[in-house]
């Protein structure tokens, strides 16, 4: 394509932002319609983008690139490949659905609906980005929306949880930050494939890891790995219904998106020598995270720490990844294998939570409560509402047929080949996710008796219906033949795993 | 003719057309619902029954089986394939699955008759179908997990489908976690399988050279020493048969199964769930015989054998009529996996085959008397039957022969063929086992006929019973016929007239590569004696001097047996207190770890920091650095007051905005305190800035 299709798909919602805060206040409906309507450009182009990236020859298509701050190096450098297109999608894919869910918003829309659309050009900001320099400033732009997000439209703590997920966010950032201008200075480039072939640091073991651990604290609290987690529970529990959406959809996904794109290729070294520090975090994150899940009484909250556990699962795969770096063809099967499973878990985990959460959302609206001890029975009551819940759930705690599974199961494949204790560790997560969506969720909510209370509950409306059957849509189809999307991501991460 | 194998795919894929239109389309209409469910299972009997008679026209079938498959998934620089595969034990297995399926279908035509949500059974029945179906046309092991799994969830669904009821509810989800504990084992096995191998092909997995390089590899655990690997993938796979097929540990979910609808019982004890464990030991049979003189076969037998017998004494003492069947199949798998640990792969699929249609009868049976006794379950609230449900009672009475071990039923041959195996083996201790568990086995089955048929009816439901309609009666014929026929496809040749007559078809067809077992008239003819007698003693019991209303259980005689089996050896709350009370303490204790313990360190962090800026601010910013700024400012406008009118304005204009910009730091500084929104803005902003002007001037 030679039309820059990737920065039309940046910048229109920021555009589209400009455009509805200079809309009139008083007709709250026509900016939610522009909002949606603005938001669609990016999904086509995003869908236009998944079908015409060409598979055959592989690498970053759609590459722009011009020079931007030529005193410092800096390039405006975009371009994506088989692991940032799924990203994308998921992106335009969730932001849209937000936008329409939240339609509901009453309260000062206007700049409601103008954060989002900033939101996502931050979000296809980081996703895009080859250049390091580009890449933080999205990566930072990202953290303003939403703090204003959950800070006024969020609940009762509000303010707490998106001070905190603030600064959390920025301690991380700032040793990123600081790691890579060191990084600059030893290779004199921002590239991000270029440093991945230049190998900063290669000769001075301190320094290399040092930044590894600099740059892996800047990710993993994004993502978040135990126990750099707790600002995930607040955030989420305050979080408007779409604010948990695309924090949990996507926001999470920088996080693990850098450890794939930025850290790994750059770090191969350090990065295997420190595979079992890491890998133990990440097999907490999956049996602690599914723990405390369990242990939690307030829906959304559960939601939240399932998440710490299905986001551990990413880093396993990364882990195992790493743990092989180096060591040739041998193990790049293995090692493919497990990178494939790592990036559709991020896939799967922003579609499944995504609906989780927007499901919750739907239950809050009509109950004014998330305690599942106040629930029961409402299985009879709204049946659409139990079915999709059910196969969310089913989704999420990776029964085979539906998404989840196919990336848990390359995840643990990679992971038992490679780092065969921290699998087995792991496998524990499968059962205990099992008990708790089941007996904590399903139970809980859907079956018993009617609670009386729950007598007038109606069912979901066309508005939410819409809104969830394309996340369904992408659980089914994904869990039955899981080959279109892995084809893609097959190819980039082959090519990631041979350069380590 | 070959080409027809090619229609094998589809077998499954009918019942998920039947599960999608009704979820989707037709769940307001419920006589299309269920009528669009019992046709696409048909549709797949037809289908499999072609399959089935092509196959037993192919020669050579076993050594080239049939496969078709398509590219599922790629990985790194191969691809994973899933696809349809044909042998004579999925021929079998073909034959069997959708002929109870159906019946079973048809069945719940009229069992189910009423249920405000009829439709959506007839969804779920028909996932379930498709996920037996699938599992057993699966050509690779993943494939079989997958459909393995959707039948978990279908269980789940179907047996928690009364779901209002907490006791329907809970059964569900223990059904679901105990089997998904199965699963975990079993799924580290695949994985264990597939990094060692690089495919779960079944065909490729389990040749010549595959299973020779995994029985030399070995691996050194804690614990259990240096294993070959073969033997540690085998009984981590077994892991999921003990799940599935309710062996012993793992035997909690099967009883408490009974909470969901009777034809779903039926479905789960005969045709599909707990068959498929077996299912899974069958197929994967030369991997645990892959190490000459391994441990996997000894241990496989001795959970068989112990499960065998330790369900039979729990049935002998439980009163609800659908528990006693389900103790009743528990013990009858285990007979099933025992056979497969001492190397009888004939006797284990043929009893698999047979005991599907006698067990589907028995249950369906069950749930005949239950309707017609208005939904009365417990036993002792029963008798007099006989009379008032005629077509129940004599299908009832073939298919309790047949388990009990009755000749010439179906259950005599494939139950004494495992005992033959076992005794000519020099497997004593097991087939010692075996034929107490048979004896007990007749016993309550016995025990089961009596109380419910015979005598006076001892409440008022029973009193006022009568027979179901034709829809569940006739699935009872024809189950029935099989149950006392289907026995002859595998009568051993050298059995005197009948075996020559025969000619042992069902061995030759599926395992012809291994030896037959010959008659042992000693087993034999003690296998007949301990089923009569066991017959014979729930007579003595229950039929001579039928029990009146209010009677105890003459076996509360046993006293504190009695009471230890009829509670099922306190098994559900050992489990209780330790496992799932261990596990939800752990979760709220790293809970309380996560809130008192992370979080507050995140929270001292932070505030930490806020009083060093604190102090900063105070001691270091406001005298020192703000004073400086003020003196810059002072000496500036001093030197704009000593050099009197030169450009006034420019000079008072920087002096104003240092002061200004002093000022909005100060009070920035004082904002990472209060929470201003703006602060932080104006922190992550200033990041960049300042990061950027720096990099400028360095450079």
Same mark, same amino acid.
């Given at each position: 394509?030679?039309?820059?299709v990737?920065?039309?798909m940046?910048?229109?919602?920021l ?13 709250p ?14 999904l ?8 015409s990236?060409?598979?055959?020859t592989g690498?970053m298509?759609?590459?722009e690139?011009?020079?931007?701050i030529s ?6 450098y ?5 692991i940032s297109?799924p ?5 335009a894919?969730l ?5 329409f ?10 700049e409601?609906f103008?954060?989002?659309l ?5 979000m296809?900001?980081v ?7 580009l ?9 303003v ?8 439209w ?5 303010e707490?949880?998106?001070?905190k997920?603030?600064?959390?966010t920025?301690v ?10 060191a ?7 921002w590239?991000?494939?270029e ?5 900063p640091?290669a000769?001075?073991a301190?320094?290399?890891a040092?930044?590894f ?9 994004k993502?978040?790995v135990?126990?750099f987690?707790t600002w995930?529970p607040d ?5 408007p ?7 949990a959809g996507i926001?999470?996904k ?5 450890m794939?794109r930025i850290?790994?290729?750059?770090f191969?070294a350090?990065f295997?020598?420190?595979a ?7 097999a ?6 599914a ?17 710490v ?9 990364v ?20 990178l ?8 799967n985990h922003?579609?499944i939570?995504?609906?989780l959460f927007?499901?919750?959302?739907v239950?809050?609206?009509r109950a ?14 709204v ?5 999709i819940?059910t196969?969310?759930t089913?989704?999420?705690l ?5 998404a989840?599974?196919?990336?848990e199961f ?5 992971a038992?080949?490679l780092?065969?204790?921290f699998?087995i560790?792991?496998?524990l ?26 007598a007038?509950?109606?069912d979901?409306n066309?508005?939410?219906v819409?809104t969830?059957a394309?996340?369904i849509?992408?659980m ?5 033949y899981?080959?279109?999307?892995l084809?893609l991501?097959?190819?980039?991460v ?7 | ?12 894929v ?10 989707l389309y037709v769940r307001?209409?419920k006589?299309?619902a269920?009528?669009?469910?019992v ?7 037809v ?16 050594e ?11 990985t790194g ?6 696809g ?7 021929a079998?297995m ?8 159906t019946?079973?279908f ?16 007839f969804?779920?029945v ?14 690779n092991?993943?494939?079989?997990f ?10 789940y ?5 009364w779901?209002?009821?907490?006791s329907?509810?809970?059964?569900g989800l223990?059904a ?8 975990a ?11 060692q191998?690089g495919?779960?092909?079944?065909r ?10 995994l029985?030399?590899?070995?691996v050194?655990?804690?614990?259990f ?6 033997t540690v993938?085998?009984?981590? @796979?077994?892991g999921g ?7 012993f540990?793992?035997h909690?979910?099967?009883p408490?199964?009974m909470e969901?609808p009777?034809p ?12 498929a464990?077996?299912y899974l030991?069958?197929r ?9 003189h391994?441990t996997?076969?000894?241990v496989?037998a ?13 049935a002998v003492?439980q009163n609800d ?5 389900a ?7 285990g007979?099933? @996996? ?7 792969y004939?006797?284990?699929a ?6 599907a249609f006698?067990k ?6 069950s749930g005949?008397v ?11 609230e029963?008798?007099?039957l006989r009379s008032?449900?005629?077509i ?6 073939a ?8 000749p ?8 004494d063929?495992i005992?033959?195996d076992?005794?000519?083996?020099g497997?004593?201790l097991a087939w010692a ?7 007990l086995?007749?016993?309550?089955m016995g ?5 419910v048929?015979?005598g006076h ?8 019973a009568?027979?179901s309609?034709?829809?569940m ?5 024809v189950?029935?016929?099989?149950a006392v ?13 009948l075996?020559h007559?025969l000619?042992?078809p ?10 037959a077992?010959?008659?042992n008239p000693?087993?034999?003819g ?5 089923a ?9 019991l %229950?039929?001579?001097?039928p029990?009146?209303?209010g009677?105890?259980d003459?076996l509360t ?5 009695y009471v ?7 098994i559900?709350?050992?489990y ?8 939800i303490?752990?979760a709220?204790?790293?809970a309380v ?9 995140v ?8 009083i ?7 001691f270091?910013?406001a005298p020192?650095?703000d004073g400086?700024v ?30 200004a910009?002093?000022?909005t ?5 004082r904002q990472?305190q ?5 602060? %932080?803005i104006?922190l ?11 990099l400028?001037?360095?450079l």
């Amino acid at each position: 394509m030679d039309w820059p299709v990737l920065s039309i798909m940046l910048f229109t919602p920021l555009v589209g932002a400009v455009i509805v805060l200079a809309l009139p206040k008083e007709k709250p409906a026509l900016l939610k319609w522009v909002a949606l309507a603005i938001s669609f450009i990016p999904l086509i182009l995003a869908a236009l983008v998944w079908f015409s990236y060409d598979r055959g020859t592989g690498g970053m298509q759609f590459v722009e690139r011009a020079a931007w701050i030529s005193a410092i190096n800096v390039h405006y450098y975009l371009g994506v490949d088989g692991i940032s297109v799924p990203m994308v999608c998921l992106t335009a894919l969730l932001t849209t659905l937000s936008l329409f869910y939240s339609f509901i918003i009453d309260q000062r829309p206007k700049e409601y609906f103008a954060f989002f659309l900033l939101l996502e050009t931050a979000m296809l900001g980081v996703f895009m980005s080859l250049d390091f320099f580009l890449f933080y400033v999205f990566w930072e732009l990202s953290l303003v929306p939403m703090y204003f997000l959950i800070g006024i439209w969020g609940g009762p703590r509000r303010e707490y949880a998106a001070i905190k997920f603030f600064l959390y966010t920025l301690v991380g950032s700032v040793a990123m930050l600081l790691a890579v201008i060191a990084m600059y200075l030893e290779t004199g480039s921002w590239d991000i494939l270029e440093m991945a072939r230049l190998q900063p640091f290669a000769a001075n073991a301190t320094l290399a890891a040092v930044a590894f651990w600099a740059v892996f604290l800047g990710f993993a609290i994004k993502v978040p790995v135990f126990p750099f987690h707790t600002w995930l529970p607040d955030a989420h529990v305050e979080a408007p219904t779409a604010g948990s959406v695309i924090l949990a959809g996507i926001l999470l996904k920088l996080g693990a998106y850098g450890m794939i794109r930025i850290l790994l290729p750059i770090f191969p070294a350090m990065f295997r020598q420190f595979a079992p520090v890491v890998g133990i975090l990440a097999a907490i994150s999956i049996v602690y995270g599914a723990l405390v899940a369990m242990s939690q009484w307030d829906l959304k909250k559960l939601i939240a720490y399932s998440s710490v556990n299905h986001m551990g699962y990413v880093m396993l795969g990364v882990t195992a990844a790493a743990a092989a770096a180096g060591s040739g063809p041998a193990a790049a099967d293995s090692q493919a294998i497990a990178l494939n499973g790592a990036v559709l878990q991020m896939w799967n985990h922003g579609i499944i939570t995504g609906a989780l959460f927007f499901l919750v959302g739907v239950i809050y609206e009509r109950a004014h409560t998330r305690d599942l001890k106040a629930f029961g029975g409402l299985g009879a009551k709204v049946p659409t509402f139990a079915g999709i819940l059910t196969v969310t759930t089913f989704a999420s705690l990776g029964l085979p047929g539906l998404a989840g599974f196919v990336s848990e199961f390359l995840v643990f494949r990679g992971a038992f080949a490679l780092i065969r204790p921290f699998a087995i560790v792991s496998s524990l997560g499968i059962v205990i996710s099992a008990a708790y969506l089941l007996w904590k969720v399903i139970q809980h909510v859907l079956l018993g008796p009617l609670n009386e209370r729950w007598a007038r509950l109606t069912d979901m409306n066309r508005r939410e219906v819409i809104t969830l059957a394309p996340l369904i849509f992408f659980m089914v189809i994904f869990g039955l033949y899981p080959a279109p999307i892995l084809d893609l991501i097959n190819q980039a991460v082959v090519t990631i795993v041979g350069s380590l | 003719m070959e080409s027809l194998f090619k229609l094998t795919w589809l077998i499954p894929v009918f019942p998920l057309l039947a599960f999608g239109a009704i979820v989707l389309y037709v769940r307001r209409w419920k006589r299309v619902a269920s009528w669009l469910a019992v046709a696409a299972i048909a549709v797949s009997l037809v289908l499999s029954q072609v399959v089935f008679w092509v196959a037993v026209g192919t020669p050579h079938l076993g050594e080239h089986p049939f496969e078709e498959v398509v590219r599922w998934l790629p990985t790194g620089l191969s691809a994973f394939e899933m696809g349809v595969m044909v042998d004579p034990l999925t021929a079998v297995m073909l034959f069997m699955v959708p002929l109870v399926c159906t019946m079973i279908f048809i069945y719940a035509l009229g069992y189910m008759e009423g249920d405000p949500r009829y439709a959506r059974f007839f969804a779920y029945v028909s996932l379930f179908a498709t996920g037996m179906l699938g599992l057993v046309v699966a050509n690779n092991l993943l494939m079989l997990f997958i459909f393995w799994e959707i039948m978990g969830l279908c269980s789940y669904l179907l047996i928690g489908f009364w779901f209002e009821k907490p006791s329907a509810m809970r059964a569900g989800l223990k059904a679901f976690l105990t089997t998904r504990v199965g699963d975990a084992f079993f799924l580290l096995g695949l994985l264990y399988l597939y990094s060692q191998t690089g495919t779960l092909a079944f065909r490729e997995v389990l040749s010549e050279e595959t299973l020779h390089h995994l029985a030399s590899l070995s691996v050194t655990l804690p614990v259990f020493g240096t294993v070959p690997v073969a033997t540690v993938i085998a009984l981590l @796979i077994f892991g999921g048969t003990v799940g599935k097929s309710a062996q012993f540990p793992l035997h909690v979910w099967l009883p408490d199964a009974m909470e969901g609808p009777t034809p779903v019982s039926a479905l789960i004890h005969a045709a599909t769930m707990v068959s498929a464990g077996v299912y899974l030991v069958v197929r994967m049979f030369p991997l645990f015989h892959a190490v000459p003189h391994g441990t996997a076969p000894g241990v496989v037998a001795t959970i068989g054998a112990f499960t065998a017998l330790f369900a039979c004494t729990i049935a002998v003492a439980q009163n609800d009529i659908k528990r006693v069947l389900a103790y009743s199949t528990i013990s009858q798998l285990g007979y099933m @996996i025992m056979a497969l640990g001492l190397g009888a792969y004939v006797a284990g699929a043929f009893h698999l085959i047979t005991h599907a249609f006698f067990k589907a009868l028995l249950f369906l049976g069950s749930g005949s008397v239950i309707l017609g006794a208005h939904h009365e379950q417990d036993m002792m609230e029963m008798g007099g039957l006989r009379s008032r449900m005629k077509i129940t009672f004599w299908t009832y009475i073939a298919g309790t022969l047949a388990l009990a071990g009755i000749p010439p039923l179906a259950g005599f041959w494939s139950k004494d063929e495992i005992l033959a195996d076992a005794f000519n083996h020099g497997h004593y201790l097991a087939w010692a086992v075996g034929s107490l568990a048979a004896f007990l086995t007749a016993f309550y089955m016995g025990r089961q006929i009596f109380l419910v048929f015979f005598g006076h009816p001892r409440s008022h439901h029973a009193e006022h019973a009568k027979e179901s309609p034709r829809t569940m009666t006739y699935p009872l014929l024809v189950l029935a016929v099989f149950a006392v026929l289907l026995g002859f496809v595998g009568v051993p040749e050298d059995f005197p007239v009948l075996g020559h007559l025969l000619g042992n078809p069902f061995h030759h067809f599926v395992g012809h590569e291994h030896a037959a077992t010959p008659v042992n008239p000693l087993v034999m003819g003690l296998s007949i004696v301990l089923a009569c007698a066991g017959l014979g003693a729930g007579y003595m019991l %229950y039929g001579r001097k039928p029990l009146e209303e209010g009677q105890p259980d003459p076996l509360t005689r046993l006293g504190l047996v009695y009471v230890v089996l009829k509670n099922k050896y306190g098994i559900d709350e050992l489990y209780q207190a330790t496992f799932v009370w261990l596990t939800i303490r752990l979760a709220d204790l790293f809970a309380v770890f996560d809130r008192e313990v992370i979080d507050r360190v995140v929270n001292a962090v932070a505030r930490g920091t806020a009083i060093v800026s604190d102090g900063l601010f105070r001691f270091v910013d406001a005298p020192v650095i703000d004073g400086l700024v003020n003196l810059v400012g002072q000496a500036g406008a001093w030197l704009a007051d000593l050099w009197g009118r030169f450009d006034l304005r420019v000079i008072d204009g920087i002096v104003n905005g240092v002061g200004a910009a002093a000022q909005t730091f100060g009070r920035a500084f004082r904002q990472v305190q209060t929470g201003r929104v703006q602060s %932080y803005i104006l922190l992550a902003s200033v990041n960049v800035v300042v990061i950027l002007a720096v990099l400028y001037l360095v450079l």
